[in-house]
């Protein structure tokens, strides 16, 4: 066997490598190529690879001159579908261009890796093999923006076209959704779907990779199916536009044409005029801390890429950011990151992104963990920031590092200190709840026509899927028992230390955000009224509303227990505030302070924990005293009586600060 092949050191710090890959008619015959050094500089031909890794090791031979070069599994199946039959094509490759061995290069080519891909003759977005599945999505996208058959002039007709063609789909989905089993239906969106399940929309680097090009250099390809990466982003926007369901997929797509955009606006000047005069397309660059929370639930095999992946986008938008260093501890790159997020933000918002489930244990209580997926998307224990929250008053944002940059002091007021931390609401199955209560509600409501097609086909369903429904069922009877619980906590107070309230309305507030669109709606305090009697009448009363009497259980798939509070939930009109509880206070834990306050928090505070807020942040924190006068960031929380600003009043122009040391 060959020996296998050494990278020669790059000879200045503006040179690459790139493959030319040999050709041959032969799909299955082995691969060669040669490596070539050139520089950035001297403007080479190319094609970038955009691909992923997904944690496949270096494994695949192929002949690199007389020697043997090892790559990925996935890598290989790109080289063998992209080989020319007849003339020598260049590429540049990161697995195979970059000596992976040598942390000093891995980090001297990430900080190119913004320029080689800008720079590219083309990017090829490689999704892996071909499947029917993801070749009938990408067909039915191309099918979507084919004009052969409609006059660009005549707008309406075009547009009329369009959404025909989306209809089509919409029944074409259903049809398919029909003629499957139950388990093969399963997290399907559709013919499109597919598309979107690939790993290479899930991955961090190829964010930057796509979004650095231009829209129009971009070409995707999966197996022997290719789609312009503009044709994409233009199918999907249509489909959005005419109301087709993308599910998830949303998320994934928008935020690649987004970054393209912000890109594209600083870059050229006359482009930004244009999207100026049209509002819909309006987009001012965002913040650090932004672009690194709308990134989060990517992944990446290494962590420090998490950070690493995005520093191309930063130079781009014209944001200073710092040299990529595979030497440094995870640790350090992550509070480098987030000290560029306050310095170049003029903000404290990345505070917001500290908490989460599963954080590294020797990252700075204040640096978010970036290889943890954090609260994002529909989890309502993100914060909600820029909403209507402003516990900092008119304050504006103050700190400064230490002289080592690994304590962050900040200006702001302890107020309070938690003295009791209540059960945990863990709904895991809170998408179908909403199905249950209509089952429970139309069970006693008499729903009528379509309604009650709807209900029988809902309930034959649940009775498909025993194992889901007592799931659901328990999980159901869970929530309303530690309702109860928390109920009978604000029980224990006579009154409120926040003007014009008491424990009851506290807890109203509480329990649903204090979302203001819904505080003075009839209905909803309506069912408050009639779930806070649930909640607080006894064992005894339970049986009597639920039975009218002595227990009589029923059910072959519910406890006692659970069969009572599901038939409270089917009679009682309290349906609209108990989903709505449990929709904004689920994975949250109640708990109370030494001056009688109500709050909900991420289940990660404890007794003894203190209250604070900071100047420059629109909601309270909950911070740890870990000695010496410093604390650990434990996470952001809603505390009823101090969400605008009650803490600043006599004191506006924040005077009388304490300087809250974070470790």
């Known amino acids: 066997m060959a020996d296998l092949y050494q990278h020669l050191p790059l000879s200045n710090p503006h040179s690459i490598r790139v493959l030319k890959l040999h050709p041959s008619y032969d799909e299955d015959s082995p691969i060669v190529v040669d490596l070539v050094e050139v520089t950035t500089r001297s403007k080479p031909k190319y094609y970038a690879l955009s691909y992923t890794w997904g944690g496949q090791q270096l494994s695949c031979p192929i002949r690199c001159g007389s020697k043997i070069?090892?790559?990925?599994?996935?890598?290989?199946?790109?080289?063998?579908?992209?080989?020319?039959?007849?003339?020598?094509?260049?590429?540049?490759?990161?697995?195979?261009?970059?000596?992976?061995?040598?942390?000093?290069?891995?980090?001297?080519?990430?900080?190119?890796?913004?320029?080689?891909?800008?720079?590219?003759?083309?990017?090829?977005?490689?999704?892996?093999?071909?499947?029917?599945?993801?070749?009938?999505?990408?067909?039915?996208?191309?099918?979507?923006?084919?004009?052969?058959?409609m006059n660009p002039l005549d707008d309406d007709a075009y547009e009329r076209a369009l959404h025909e063609k989306v209809e089509d789909l919409i029944k074409g989905d259903q049809a398919?959704?029909?003629?499957?089993?139950?388990?093969?239906?399963?997290?399907?969106?559709?013919?499109?779907?597919?598309?979107?399940?690939r790993a290479w929309f899930s991955r961090l680097w190829t964010v930057q990779e796509v979004a650095l090009a231009d829209m129009h250099n971009v070409q995707v390809v999966c197996g022997k199916n290719t789609i312009r990466w503009i044709t994409l982003l233009g199918a999907t926007q249509y489909l959005l536009r005419n109301g087709y369901d993308l599910g998830n997929?949303?998320?994934?797509?928008?935020?690649?044409?987004?970054?393209?955009?912000?890109?594209?606006?600083?870059?050229?000047?006359?482009?930004?005029?244009?999207?100026?005069?049209?509002?819909?397309?309006?987009?001012?660059?965002?913040?650090?801390?932004?672009?690194?929370?709308?990134?989060?639930?990517?992944?990446?095999?290494?962590?420090?890429?998490?950070?690493?992946?995005?520093?191309?986008?930063f130079t781009a938008l014209g944001?200073?950011?710092?040299?990529?260093?595979?030497?440094?501890?995870?640790?350090?790159?992550?509070?480098?990151?987030?000290?560029?997020?306050?310095?170049?933000?003029?903000?404290?918002?990345?505070?917001?992104?500290?908490?989460?489930?599963?954080?590294?244990?020797?990252?700075?209580?204040?640096?978010?963990?970036?290889?943890?997926?954090g609260y994002s998307g529909k989890d309502m224990r993100a914060a909600m920031i820029n909403k209507h929250f402003c516990a900092c008053g008119p304050t504006n944002p103050r700190y400064h590092f230490s002289t080592a940059q690994?304590?962050?002091?900040?200006?702001?007021?302890?107020?309070?200190?938690?003295?009791?931390?209540?059960?945990?609401?863990?709904?895991?199955?809170?998408?179908e709840v909403d199905t249950i209560l209509r089952i429970f509600r139309g069970g006693t409501q008499g729903p009528s026509g379509e309604d009650r097609a709807s209900l029988r086909d809902d309930r034959a369903s649940l009775r498909d899927d025993r194992a889901n429904l007592r799931k659901v069922m328990r999980e159901l009877h869970g929530a309303f028992q530690v309702m109860r619980a928390w109920t009978n906590v604000s029980t224990w107070y006579a009154g409120y230390p926040a003007p014009g309230e008491t424990p009851k309305t506290a807890l109203r507030r509480t329990l649903l955000y204090d979302d203001p669109e819904t505080n003075g709606e009839a209905r909803l305090n309506a069912a408050f009224e009639s779930w806070y009697q649930v909640m607080t009448t006894s064992d005894a009363g339970l049986d009597h509303l639920a039975w009218g009497g002595q227990r009589t259980t029923t059910s072959k798939v519910m406890d006692p227990e659970e069969e009572r509070s599901?038939?409270?939930?089917?009679?009682?009109?309290?349906?609209?505030?108990?989903?709505?509880?449990?929709?904004?206070?689920?994975?949250?834990?109640?708990?109370?302070?030494?001056?009688?306050?109500?709050?909900?928090?991420?289940?990660?505070?404890?007794?003894?924990?203190?209250?604070?807020?900071?100047?420059?942040?629109?909601?309270?924190?909950v911070v740890r005293p870990v000695g010496n006068g410093r604390f650990r960031l434990v996470t952001h929380a809603y505390v009823h009586g101090i969400m605008y600003g009650q803490a600043w009043e006599g004191d506006a122009d924040g005077a009388r600060l304490d300087e809250i040391v974070l470790v």
């Not at 109500?598 to 924190?621: E, K, N, S």
């Open 249 to 313: 997929y949303r998320k994934v797509i928008s935020l690649q044409k987004d970054l393209s955009i912000y890109i594209r606006q600083h870059l050229h000047p006359d482009f930004r005029m244009k999207l100026e005069q049209r509002p819909r397309y309006n987009m001012h660059t965002p913040s650090v801390s932004h672009i690194l929370a709308l990134t989060r639930d990517k992944s990446a095999t290494e962590p420090r890429d998490m950070v690493f992946g995005l520093l191309g986008i």
């Open 406 to 431: 690994n304590y962050l002091h900040l200006r702001g007021k302890l107020l309070d200190t938690v003295t009791y931390r209540a059960e945990t609401m863990n709904m895991k199955c809170i998408n």
């Open 566 to 621: 599901m038939r409270i939930m089917g009679k009682i009109k309290m349906g609209l505030y108990f989903h709505g509880a449990m929709i904004f206070s689920n994975r949250k834990c109640l708990f109370t302070t030494e001056e009688g306050y109500l709050g909900t928090g991420p289940d990660l505070i404890q007794h003894g924990d203190r209250i604070a807020v900071f100047a420059g942040l629109c909601m309270p924190f």
């Open 69 to 149: 070069l090892l790559t990925t599994p996935n890598c290989l199946a790109a080289l063998r579908q992209l080989r020319n039959e007849n003339s020598v094509e260049v590429y540049w490759i990161d697995s195979i261009c970059i000596d992976q061995t040598s942390l000093s290069e891995r980090s001297e080519q990430v900080a190119l890796m913004g320029e080689i891909y800008r720079d590219a003759y083309m990017v090829i977005a490689w999704l892996g093999k071909g499947d029917p599945a993801t070749e009938g999505a990408i067909e039915c996208l191309k099918s979507l923006v084919d004009t052969s058959n």
């Open 176 to 197: 398919d959704q029909q003629a499957l089993s139950e388990e093969e239906s399963t997290g399907r969106k559709g013919r499109i779907s597919p598309l979107f399940k």
């Open 319 to 373: 944001i200073e950011s710092f040299v990529p260093d595979y030497t440094k501890s995870v640790e350090e790159i992550y509070r480098q990151a987030a000290i560029m997020a306050i310095l170049h933000d003029k903000s404290l918002d990345i505070l917001f992104e500290a908490a989460s489930d599963n954080r590294r244990a020797d990252l700075n209580s204040w640096v978010p963990d970036w290889s943890d997926a």
